[in-house]
């Protein structure tokens, strides 16, 4: 194998940039920012332990597992690495609630932290080089998925899942210390094993998908540590993976400033367990709930551009349908002044007065707003219009939940998974994952006697 005249192989290059990468250059900033998302994913994976999906996927995959063991966070059970990866990474992101790199859409998280965790606590890793794979995977799928967007999530592919096996590739890789041509290789093996559908984003087969990225990532890697070769233009190759799935990749967003200029550094986290793009909504009826009482509301017109409308405009007849709907997200908003994991369960879904007020939210087309803003106006009962207008959405990046806020958000998962009473001292343990010697001890300690 070599490169092309005037650049490497997408592959060779990110390989080389995760075998060759050193702990010491990572700045303090960025190894904050990965203590902030795996706070965030442990978080949305207790909150959700206990939900009927999670249970179905561990009990699926627990006759098929290994004998070396990994916890499952929130649950009793212990699978091995690839059945843990899979169960957890379906328990952070299937609430909606995990985080998100907001160009791409991937909730970059999930599908990479899932097997380094698995494969640290079984095979004695530190912290520090959990951390460190962990930057470096989800830096990878970051530039992957940039390097597609936004004509491979427009064809219809879920990118979290379609990207997200080549950033557990790279972590996985990373992680088992394998040299620049075998983490090439593992990102091209990962490419043949990429899957995923916006179709099923209201659906618990969206979270397949998910598991799907972080147990293939870590066979990936595996399969390259064993010796196994793939093609060197698997990802950008004229019948390769980009090209495949949608358009010409544009390489420079895979290669270029590798290194220096850091994707995983505009992650961003959601104060809502809903989809990022109806967060701009939520933030404009809450503010509209200051001046309209919910009883007063006659009509409620929520306006964005085509995405919005594309993944919002629709029947709600299940919970994960509140999860991805502008009429609920604003119903609950405006009604209840909240829009937290409760206000997108079973039971909201099921409210008379939620119902009643979703069935007066209308979407419309707004083909000025830029992505990620919304305008909501309301009429009352006497005619009177109201209007809030938000172009940047609580939790984006131009403004980001703090650290407090974090902890907060990881207080009420924990709470909803029953561990309220010791959320203080696990926050404490996660911003430190990175010191431990044996971060094997906490992730023990997230799973249920």
Same mark, same amino acid.
């Given at each position: 194998?070599?490169?092309?005249?005037?650049?490497?192989?997408?592959?060779?290059?990110?390989?080389?940039?995760?075998?060759?990468?050193?702990?010491?250059?990572?700045?303090?900033?960025?190894?904050?920012?990965?203590?902030?998302?795996?706070?965030?994913?442990?978080?949305?994976?207790?909150?959700?332990?206990?939900?009927?999906?999670?249970?179905?996927?561990?009990?699926?995959?627990?006759?098929?597992?290994?004998?070396?063991?990994?916890?499952?966070?929130?649950?009793?059970?212990?699978?091995?690495?690839?059945?843990?990866?899979?169960?957890?990474?379906?328990?952070?992101?299937?609430?909606?609630?995990?985080?998100?790199?907001?160009?791409?859409?991937?909730?970059?998280?999930?599908?990479?932290?899932?097997?380094?965790?698995?494969?640290?606590?079984?095979?004695?890793?530190?912290?520090?080089?959990?951390?460190?794979?962990?930057?470096?995977?989800?830096?990878?799928?970051?530039?992957?998925?940039?390097?597609?967007?936004?004509?491979?999530?427009?064809?219809?592919?879920?990118?979290?899942?379609?990207?997200?096996?080549?950033?557990?590739?790279?972590?996985?890789?990373?992680?088992?210390?394998?040299?620049?041509?075998?983490?090439?290789?593992?990102?091209?093996?990962?490419?043949?094993?990429?899957?995923?559908?916006?179709?099923?984003?209201?659906?618990?087969?969206?979270?397949?998908?998910?598991?799907?990225?972080?147990?293939?990532?870590?066979?990936?890697?595996?399969?390259?540590?064993?010796?196994?070769?793939?093609?060197?233009?698997?990802?950008?190759?004229?019948?390769?993976?980009?090209?495949?799935?949608?358009?010409?990749?544009?390489?420079?967003?895979?290669?270029?400033?590798?290194?220096?200029?850091?994707?995983?550094?505009?992650?961003?986290?959601?104060?809502?367990?809903?989809?990022?793009?109806?967060?701009?909504?939520?933030?404009?009826?809450?503010?509209?709930?200051?001046?309209?009482?919910?009883?007063?509301?006659?009509?409620?017109?929520?306006?964005?551009?085509?995405?919005?409308?594309?993944?919002?405009?629709?029947?709600?007849?299940?919970?994960?349908?509140? *999860?991805?709907?502008?009429?609920? &997200? @604003?119903? =609950?908003?405006?009604? %209840? !002044? +909240? /829009?937290?994991?409760?206000?997108?369960? $079973?039971?909201?879904?099921?409210?008379?007065?939620?119902?009643?007020?979703?069935?007066?939210?209308?979407?419309?087309?707004?083909?000025?707003?830029?992505?990620?803003?919304?305008?909501?106006?309301?009429?009352? *009962?006497?005619?009177?219009?109201? &209007? @809030?207008? =938000?172009?940047?959405? %609580? !939790? +984006? /990046?131009?403004?980001?939940?703090?650290? $407090?806020?974090?902890?907060?958000?990881?207080?009420?998962?924990?709470?909803?998974?029953?561990?309220?009473?010791?959320?203080?001292?696990?926050?404490?343990?996660?911003?430190?994952?990175?010191?431990?010697?044996?971060?094997?001890?906490?992730?023990? &300690?997230?799973?249920?006697?």
């Amino acid at each position: 194998m070599g490169t092309t005249p005037d650049r490497p192989f997408a592959g060779e290059a990110l390989g080389a940039f995760v075998a060759a990468s050193r702990w010491a250059e990572i700045g303090p900033a960025l190894r904050h920012e990965a203590g902030r998302s795996l706070l965030n994913f442990f978080g949305c994976a207790l909150g959700a332990a206990g939900d009927p999906a999670v249970e179905t996927a561990a009990r699926v995959m627990a006759p098929f597992s290994g004998p070396e063991r990994a916890t499952v966070i929130g649950r009793a059970e212990r699978l091995d690495a690839m059945g843990a990866s899979f169960v957890n990474t379906i328990a952070a992101n299937l609430l909606d609630y995990d985080d998100t790199h907001l160009e791409t859409v991937i909730h970059p998280t999930a599908p990479v932290a899932s097997p380094l965790l698995a494969l640290a606590e079984i095979r004695g890793l530190t912290g520090a080089e959990v951390l460190h794979a962990f930057i470096l995977g989800a830096e990878v799928e970051c530039r992957i998925g940039a390097a597609v967007s936004p004509g491979h999530y427009d064809r219809g592919w879920h990118i979290t899942s379609t990207a997200g096996v080549f950033g557990a590739a790279a972590g996985c890789a990373r992680l088992l210390g394998l040299d620049a041509r075998q983490c090439w290789h593992a990102l091209g093996i990962a490419a043949s094993q990429s899957a995923g559908l916006v179709e099923n984003l209201p659906s618990a087969a969206k979270n397949v998908g998910m598991g799907n990225a972080a147990r293939n990532g870590l066979l990936a890697a595996l399969m390259a540590q064993a010796g196994y070769t793939a093609a060197p233009a698997a990802i950008e190759g004229p019948l390769g993976w980009a090209r495949a799935m949608g358009d010409a990749p544009d390489l420079g967003r895979i290669t270029a400033g590798l290194g220096q200029e850091w994707e995983f550094a505009r992650n961003t986290y959601k104060p809502y367990p809903a989809g990022i793009v109806f967060h701009a909504a939520i933030d404009a009826c809450l503010e509209l709930r200051q001046r309209v009482a919910p009883d007063d509301i006659a009509s409620v017109l929520v306006e964005g551009d085509q995405l919005l409308l594309d993944r919002g405009d629709r029947l709600v007849a299940s919970a994960r349908d509140c *999860r991805v709907s502008i009429h609920h &997200s @604003a119903a =609950v908003a405006l009604l %209840r !002044g +909240s /829009a937290g994991v409760a206000d997108f369960s $079973e039971g909201a879904l099921h409210d008379p007065g939620i119902a009643a007020l979703r069935g007066r939210v209308k979407a419309g087309l707004d083909a000025g707003l830029p992505r990620g803003a919304a305008r909501v106006t309301l009429h009352d *009962r006497r005619g009177r219009a109201f &209007s @809030a207008l =938000v172009m940047d959405a %609580r !939790g +984006s /990046a131009a403004r980001p939940l703090t650290d $407090e806020e974090l902890e907060a958000k990881f207080r009420e998962n924990a709470s909803i998974g029953g561990r309220e009473s010791d959320a203080g001292p696990l926050i404490q343990r996660i911003w430190r994952i990175g010191d431990a010697a044996d971060p094997a001890a906490l992730l023990r &300690s997230l799973g249920a006697a």
